[in-house]
Every structure is written in structure tokens, then in C-alpha cells.
């Protein structure tokens, strides 16, 4: 009898332990996926989170889905390397890569006082809220969207500019914390500076409406300096048929908006 | 073959070529590629993003609310005019240098 009832314990135990183990496999394979999608640049990232999501629920068993989550992340890797490093050879980006650490870290401790000061200004300025503008953006149908622009401090509040905002503005500073994403792999100091909004205008699906209307809010004049000097790169760098195309998106986004740029 | 602007073409990249001209005018999704080719994403994905951006393939989301549908949306490749006549060139020049080395 004892012997029957030890063999159903360790029966339905062994259920158990196995459906939390699938279960969370799935989970981590979710998870993975939606790290690799981070990686990627633009509305790359936002597209290819739901894509992958929904052909990860295609997957069979749960340790197929964990592979093709694992997988992703090299997807991610290629791809954004694409974007960051169009064809360069390896050797070349990695070089590119280490300089740019470099050259970031050095900047970083060399400013690292200035960054500091401003940062305690801006959060006491700002009524000690994030004292940087968030790339956090929502749609109107409540997705999310990662904007690609630098990362800047706040210099704006309740529609009027600061006075630490002001001089931030003037000297510069408030786009130093910009490096961090040099540092991140996601700019680049020394090589291609990646155009992320060829990405956008390259994509305009459908209900992946061009985002730009609703970045300029009361505090982004930044995002708008940034559209501005994209615009300059494109002159140089863009093929003649999609420059047109981006010109005129970026026109578009920008007298669109009421900023001076 | 291969011109300027043009993005590089692996053998992975002609036989997901073949895939898309086997099965034209069909919307494929990536899983539906994976299974037909047995190739893992982190090779198929670059390649389908690279024919995308060259103007070879087409893609759209499926059609449908994801808060409806219970699950994320699937995105469909379609095949366009450029990528059938590059899809073509490729597998003619496949074909010849196969029976070229036979």
C-alpha cells in the first residue's frame, strides 16, 4: 500500500517538477527573445520582438523554442552589426570598436565632474524627476517605441526652458550623456555614426506610422537637433533615391513640429 | 554577378530564393522558412532582412488586433518583381556552375 502511494507521490511530484521546468524553459525563452529584439536598432526592435514572439509560439516543444531563442540573439547581433558597421570587414569593426570604447571612456572620466554638477542641477531643476529625456515613447494605440536619438538631459519644463537648462543648452552639455551609448555599441565615436532614422523612413508599414509625432513633446528639443543633423548626414551619405525619400520624411517631421531647430 | 548596392547572396540566400519562387505568389512567414529549409533564425533572419532592404522581398503584418487574436501578430514575406528576376538569375547561375563542376 505504502509502496503504491510513494510510487503516485513521486508520479504526479515528478508532473509537477516537469511542467514548471517546460514552463519555465518557455518563459526563458521568451525572455531571450525579447533581450535579442533590445539589441537591434529603431523599429527594428519593437518589429521583431512580436515576429519572433509569434514564430516562437509556432515552435513544437520548449526546448526547440529555447534554441530559436537562442538563435535570435545571433540574428540580433548580425543584423545590428549591419546597421552599426554597414559591410565593413570584422578586423575594421573591431578595431572601430575598441577605439570607440576608448575614446568614450576617456571623454566620460574627462567630463565626469561636469556630468555630475549637471546632473544634480537638472534632477533639482526638474523637481527631482528623471533628470534625462526618456527614449521611452508610447503610440497612440499604447505600444511602445524606442527612439534612437541621443540621451540628453531634461532642460525643459512645464513647456518653458530652465536656466540650468539654458546653459546646457548653450555650452553643449546637455547632450554628454550621449556617450553612454557609444559605449553601449548603439553610436559610434570614431566610425559611421548609424543613421537610425533610414530605419523608420525605410519601414513605413502600415500602422508603423512614422513615430515622429509623438516625440516632440514639451521637453524634446533635443530629439530635434538630432533630426537636424541626421538631416546634414544624409546629404553625404544616403543613396540618391532614398535621400529623397528621407529629406522629405525628415522636412516633413521637422516644420511639422512647432521648435525652432 | 553581384553589382553594387546589391546585398551579398549566400547559398542559405539563393535557397530561401528558391523557397519564395517555389511558392509565389504565397505569404511565407519566417517559421514556415525555418521549416522548409531547416536553417536556425539566427541564419534565416539577417537574410530576410537583408532582401528586404535590398527591395527583393515585401513584408506586412498579419491582419488582426494581437489583443484580439490572443498571441503577437506574424509577419509575411512576399516575393516582389526585382526579387523573382534576382531569384531567377541566381538559381540560372546556380544551376550552371552545378552542372559546370558535374
Redesign the interface.
Known amino acids: 500500500m505504502i509502496e503504491i502511494l510513494v510510487f503516485l507521490l513521486k508520479a504526479i511530484a515528478g508532473k509537477v517538477i516537469s511542467d514548471e521546468v517546460v514552463s519555465g524553459t518557455v518563459g526563458l525563452a521568451r525572455w531571450i527573445v525579447k533581450l535579442s529584439a533590445s539589441h537591434l536598432c529603431g523599429s527594428?526592435r519593437e518589429?521583431?520582438e512580436?515576429?519572433?514572439?509569434?514564430?516562437l509560439?509556432?515552435?513544437p516543444t520548449a526546448i526547440r523554442k529555447l534554441?530559436?531563442a537562442a538563435?535570435?540573439?545571433?540574428?540580433a547581433c548580425?543584423?545590428r552589426h549591419?546597421y552599426l558597421y554597414d559591410?565593413l570587414p570584422i578586423v575594421d569593426r573591431i578595431v572601430i570598436r575598441i577605439l570607440d570604447l576608448c575614446a568614450a571612456l576617456l571623454v566620460a572620466v574627462i567630463v565626469a565632474p561636469y556630468l555630475i554638477i549637471s546632473f544634480a542641477g537638472v534632477w533639482a531643476s526638474q523637481h527631482f524627476r528623471g533628470p534625462f529625456l526618456t527614449n521611452v515613447h508610447r503610440r497612440r494605440d499604447g505600444r511602445k517605441f524606442y527612439s534612437e536619438a541621443g540621451i540628453a538631459f531634461r532642460t525643459y519644463l512645464n513647456g518653458g526652458q530652465t536656466s540650468i537648462g539654458k546653459v546646457l543648452a548653450i555650452t553643449g552639455i546637455e547632450m554628454l550623456p550621449t556617450i553612454w551609448r557609444v559605449i553601449q555599441g548603439r553610436s559610434s565615436l570614431v566610425g559611421r555614426r548609424p543613421l537610425y532614422l533610414e530605419l523608420e523612413a525605410?519601414e513605413p508599414?502600415?500602422?508603423d506610422m512614422p513615430y515622429l509625432e509623438f516625440i516632440p513633446d514639451s521637453d524634446n528639443v533635443s530629439v530635434l537637433r538630432f533630426l537636424k543633423r541626421s538631416q546634414d548626414c544624409l546629404r553625404s551619405r544616403t543613396?540618391t533615391g532614398k535621400r529623397r525619400r528621407l529629406e522629405s520624411f525628415l522636412c516633413a517631421s521637422i516644420s511639422g513640429c512647432s521648435f525652432e531647430v | 554577378m553581384v553589382t553594387k548596392n546589391e546585398p551579398r547572396v549566400s547559398v542559405q540566400g539563393v535557397a530561401v530564393l528558391r523557397v519564395f519562387l517555389d511558392k509565389y505568389p504565397q505569404q511565407i512567414t519566417g517559421s514556415e522558412l525555418m521549416d522548409a529549409l531547416g536553417v536556425a533564425s539566427g541564419t534565416l533572419y539577417p537574410i530576410l532582412a537583408r532582401f528586404e532592404e535590398a527591395g527583393w522581398l515585401k513584408s506586412k503584418w498579419e491582419a488582426g488586433d494581437p489583443a484580439k487574436l490572443g498571441r503577437p501578430r506574424r509577419r509575411y514575406y512576399t516575393i516582389n518583381g526585382a526579387g523573382l528576376a534576382k531569384a531567377r538569375n541566381y538559381l540560372e547561375f546556380v544551376g550552371a556552375a552545378s552542372v559546370q563542376r558535374t
Open positions: 527594428q518589429r521583431y512580436e515576429e519572433w514572439l509569434a514564430n509560439a509556432d515552435r534554441l530559436f538563435d535570435c540573439m545571433r540574428a548580425v543584423m549591419h559591410d525605410a508599414h502600415d500602422d543613396k
